[in-house]
């Protein structure tokens, strides 16, 4: 698929691809990241800049930091299109995403609005599935600090159930809401179609998107691996100055494939009509589609 081959706006069908487009989304990742590492360093600095600033406002900041995940998801995604194009991802991300018209930043609040409703009901569904024991853990924690008493909590049955309900809860919400920001953003079916769109789209591409999830926990699995070696090595407060940019990278990373994610699963109706009229990219390995 060429890189400018979805235009806003446009009518956009599913298609399925095989499993093993799972290990190349991963790759297109780090090779947009590789072509541009600053601009994806940058953005990812603003998000987390963004959501600190939000996060010294009580409640309403944490609540805010939340509904902004469906933007912040999409213009990574913004970001990864452009460097594929050969574009710069930065600053020109957030101004497409600024710039793409009132009634798709309308969309994308309704969808973060949306994300709210839904974190809070699963988890407070959650909480009643565990009978309160994992809520009640965190309430024994002093000062946050594991005591004795606190650890011997972690063991429950109780509080095992709760992490894995919320675990769940997690993932059903990603389900939901991985396509839907930019099927908003390109696809424009309204942000409740766009939920239904997205659940469809990862359950009929299920096999690509379970190797895409192990390549990531195997990297993972990795990092953690280096991490434990280093402070080994040097010291945890050494090393920790380290382990806190790597964890940064891997995350950047991580965002920096989703757009192929998509790219992949859905394809403009009319591939012609599709792109823009004003600057047509020229192919781009980067974003062919699957073969």
Not at 41 to 56: I, K, M, P, T
Request: aromatic letters at 12%.
């Amino acid at each position: 698929m060429a890189s400018g081959a979805f235009g806003t706006g446009v009518v956009v069908k599913l298609q399925q691809v095989a499993p093993g487009r799972g290990t190349v989304w991963v790759r297109k990742g780090f090779q947009v990241f590789g072509r541009q590492p600053l601009g994806f360093a940058s953005l990812f600095a603003a998000g987390l800049f963004v959501s600190l600033l939000l996060g010294v406002i009580p409640l309403l900041g944490s609540i805010a930091a939340l509904a902004l995940a469906p933007a912040v998801s999409l213009v990574f995604m913004i970001a990864s299109k452009r460097v594929a194009a050969g574009q710069a991802a930065m600053p020109g991300a957030i101004v497409e995403l600024v710039q793409s018209g009132r009634s798709r930043l309308i969309a994308l609040v309704k969808l973060g609005v949306a994300y709210v409703a839904a974190f809070f009901l699963l988890f407070w569904l959650a909480g009643v599935l565990d009978g309160g024991a994992l809520a009640s853990f965190f309430a024994s924690l002093k000062d946050a600090k594991l005591t004795p008493e606190s650890a011997a909590h972690v063991a429950d049955p109780g509080v095992q159930f709760g992490v894995l309900l919320r675990l769940l809860v997690l993932g059903v919400l990603s389900i939901a809401f991985w396509h839907a920001p930019a099927l908003v953003f390109w696809g424009d079916p309204g942000w409740a179609k766009s939920l239904f769109f997205s659940t469809v789209a990862l359950w009929r591409n299920k096999g690509a998107f379970t190797v895409y999830s192990l390549v990531w926990l195997a990297l993972f699995v990795v990092l953690l691996a280096v991490v434990s070696i280093g402070a080994g090595l040097f010291g945890p407060e050494r090393f920790a100055l380290v382990a806190a940019p790597l964890m940064l990278v891997f995350m950047t990373l991580f965002y920096a494939s989703l757009w192929f994610t998509f790219a992949d699963c859905f394809v403009p109706s009319d591939p012609v009509a599709a792109l823009p009229r004003d600057d047509v990219d020229p192919p781009d390995p980067l974003t062919k589609g699957s073969s």
